[in-house]
């Protein structure tokens, strides 16, 4: 099994949330690989920046999921991958998908909302747990 380790983040402006609309139609969370001789802070703000425009602040760690899947390309290689999420703040609303990762739209949604839409059960609860952070300490 080969493990990959990515990074992400729950990028909040005000009291909405940052997700990527897949051309699928799926809602997801910023992430992606952490590079070599990347630290996973980096990773995640780099992704964010990459697949939304967003630039951000990371304000604390929140938790990892894990999850295996088997990669297409080789029926053979099943791949276990941990995401780091990272709470962060956006510096403003400007944003824009990026295409070639096949992310057709990104949007800022009420907390609410953002846990509604999003498509995995793993990312909606690294929401929920962000949500209640950020509700701790207003």
Not at 68 to 94: P, T
Not at 117 to 136: N, P, T
């Amino acid at each position: 099994m080969i493990e990959e380790v990515s990074a992400g983040g729950i990028v909040v402006f005000g009291n909405s949330i940052l997700l990527l609309r897949k051309f699928n139609g799926d809602y997801v969370l910023p992430k992606g690989r952490v590079e070599k001789n990347e630290s996973i802070n980096n990773a995640a703000v780099r992704e964010v920046f990459e697949e939304s425009g967003s630039r951000v602040n990371i304000v604390k760690y929140l938790d990892k999921i894990t999850y295996e899947f088997i990669r297409n390309s080789n029926k053979e290689k099943k791949v276990r991958k941990i995401v780091h999420f990272f709470l962060m703040n956006a510096r403003d609303m400007n944003c824009r998908p990026q295409k070639s990762e096949g992310f057709v739209s990104v949007s800022f949604f009420p907390f609410d909302r953002a846990i509604q839409l999003a498509r995995y059960d793993d990312e909606r609860r690294i929401l929920k747990k962000a949500v209640e952070d950020i509700s701790f300490y207003e």
